[in-house]
């Protein structure tokens, strides 16, 4: 468990400090004046975008409701909002040390403008120069997130692998996909790709998942790893059965998968796939019915591969602008695996032939 912690707080401050250690946060007050993010239009609006719609603002007011509190307890950790094994998620400015704050930047924000973007401080001035380009603000110290690598990057470490202690005390589990994630985020900024940004971030996210999900198997035993185990075969069945995984699933070694799904997902940065390819990815996953009832696959290998599996025909769908014609069946498809205690492997089979059908 103390492992699985200190990976946590190291990713999350990789987030937030990945190359400018010394750098000070400003905090969300910093962002938010008219003439900057506070303003009116599309282009000065995404201080507003994020105060008033953004889940990530409540971030920390979640460790105060009675869910969390019963967490605590059952940790034995006191108040959730002070214990650095939650708030090193839900309130990262917590975890940076108190001469990298300035005044402005306070703990209870939540999860705000700079734990994505860098700490502001370098670069606030400038960075919305009309003389300054992307890769004048980035040499600044923010953070690239136009790159869906680092963008999966910044989230993964709080939207995948949870301390084992902590989900057997009622945390939910947590399972990372990037755009599907991100599509469902109120957004305050713009792709600058849109045909290749649903399915490039599809693959980056899994990819990116299945290492820190390998990383966490090779270091947790009993029922949780098993649990996780189940997990990591169910990307590496995905990734390969798309025939975008570099056989990954053959690495028997847990450093040789993170090594190769960190591959996959630096290299899927240049991913644009034609509508005919998204198509025939398609087809092909859809026609694993089959594999969902052989005799020796486990109620949680199936129930594993089945929720990646929905989740790659929804986004593929999208991407590939066919959700309207299989909507009926995709929506039985999400059905089936809303709980891994109760799902059944028959009835997702026979959706999935109907999915298959319909494509």
Same mark, same amino acid.
């Given at each position: 468990?103390?492992?699985?912690?200190?990976?946590?707080?190291?990713?999350?401050?990789?987030?937030?400090?990945?190359?400018?250690?010394?750098?000070?946060?400003?905090?969300?007050? =910093?962002? *938010?004046?008219?003439?900057?993010?506070?303003?009116?239009?599309? *282009? @000065? $609006?995404?201080?507003?975008? #994020?105060?008033?719609?953004?889940?990530?603002?409540?971030?920390?007011?979640?460790?105060?409701?009675?869910?969390?509190?019963?967490?605590?307890?059952?940790?034995?950790?006191?108040?959730?909002?002070?214990?650095?094994?939650?708030? &090193?998620?839900? $309130?990262?400015?917590?975890?940076?040390?108190? +001469?990298?704050?300035? !005044?402005?930047?306070?703990?209870?924000?939540?999860?705000?403008?700079?734990?994505?973007?860098?700490?502001?401080?370098?670069?606030?001035?400038?960075?919305?120069?009309? +003389?300054?380009?992307?890769? %004048?603000?980035?040499?600044?110290?923010?953070? +690239?997130?136009?790159?869906?690598?680092?963008?999966?990057? !910044?989230?993964?470490?709080?939207?995948?692998?949870?301390?084992?202690?902590?989900?057997?005390?009622?945390?939910?589990?947590?399972?990372?996909?990037?755009? =599907?994630?991100?599509?469902?985020?109120?957004?305050?900024?713009?792709?600058?790709? %849109?045909?290749?940004? =649903?399915?490039?971030?599809?693959?980056?996210?899994?990819?990116?998942?299945? @290492?820190?999900?390998? #990383?966490? &198997?090779?270091?947790? *035993?009993?029922?949780?790893?098993?649990?996780?185990?189940?997990?990591?075969?169910?990307? %590496?069945?995905?990734?390969?059965?798309?025939?975008?995984?570099?056989?990954?699933?053959?690495?028997? $070694?847990?450093?040789?998968?993170?090594?190769? !799904?960190?591959?996959?997902?630096?290299?899927?940065?240049?991913?644009?796939? %034609?509508?005919?390819?998204?198509?025939?990815?398609?087809?092909?996953?859809?026609?694993?019915?089959?594999?969902?009832?052989?005799?020796?696959?486990?109620?949680? +290998?199936?129930?594993?591969?089945?929720?990646?599996?929905?989740?790659?025909?929804?986004?593929?769908?999208?991407?590939?602008?066919?959700?309207?014609?299989?909507?009926?069946?995709?929506?039985?498809?999400?059905?089936?695996?809303?709980?891994?205690?109760?799902?059944?492997?028959?009835?997702?089979?026979?959706?999935?032939?109907?999915?298959?059908? *319909?494509?």
């Amino acid at each position: 468990m103390g492992r699985v912690f200190l990976l946590l707080i190291a990713l999350a401050a990789t987030v937030l400090a990945r190359d400018e250690s010394n750098s000070r946060f400003v905090g969300a007050a =910093g962002c *938010k004046s008219s003439s900057c993010h506070g303003g009116a239009g599309e *282009k @000065r $609006s995404q201080y507003i975008t #994020w105060s008033q719609k953004d889940f990530h603002t409540r971030a920390y007011t979640i460790l105060l409701d009675a869910r969390s509190a019963r967490i605590a307890e059952a940790l034995g950790i006191g108040q959730p909002q002070s214990s650095a094994r939650c708030t &090193v998620c839900h $309130s990262p400015f917590q975890s940076v040390a108190a +001469d990298r704050l300035t !005044a402005t930047a306070h703990p209870d924000e939540g999860v705000s403008c700079e734990n994505c973007h860098g700490a502001a401080e370098p670069w606030l001035r400038g960075h919305t120069r009309s +003389d300054w380009t992307n890769a %004048t603000r980035v040499s600044a110290g923010m953070h +690239d997130l136009r790159n869906h690598y680092a963008r999966a990057n !910044a989230c993964v470490a709080c939207h995948q692998n949870v301390d084992t202690e902590i989900l057997k005390a009622g945390h939910p589990e947590l399972v990372f996909e990037l755009d =599907g994630q991100s599509v469902n985020e109120p957004k305050h900024w713009q792709e600058e790709d %849109t045909a290749a940004s =649903g399915p490039r971030s599809w693959l980056i996210g899994q990819a990116v998942a299945l @290492r820190e999900i390998s #990383w966490a &198997v090779s270091n947790i *035993k009993g029922e949780t790893g098993n649990r996780l185990f189940s997990q990591m075969s169910a990307l %590496t069945w995905l990734l390969d059965k798309a025939g975008l995984g570099e056989n990954v699933s053959s690495f028997s $070694s847990y450093p040789g998968i993170q090594l190769q !799904a960190d591959g996959i997902a630096r290299n899927a940065v240049k991913w644009s796939p %034609t509508h005919e390819q998204l198509m025939s990815i398609l087809q092909t996953l859809a026609a694993t019915d089959s594999e969902f009832t052989m005799a020796n696959s486990s109620g949680a +290998d199936n129930f594993y591969r089945a929720l990646r599996l929905t989740l790659a025909l929804d986004r593929l769908s999208a991407a590939a602008n066919i959700s309207l014609k299989i909507d009926k069946e995709l929506n039985a498809l999400r059905a089936d695996v809303q709980r891994h205690y109760d799902f059944d492997a028959a009835a997702f089979t026979q959706h999935l032939r109907a999915f298959h059908a *319909k494509l």
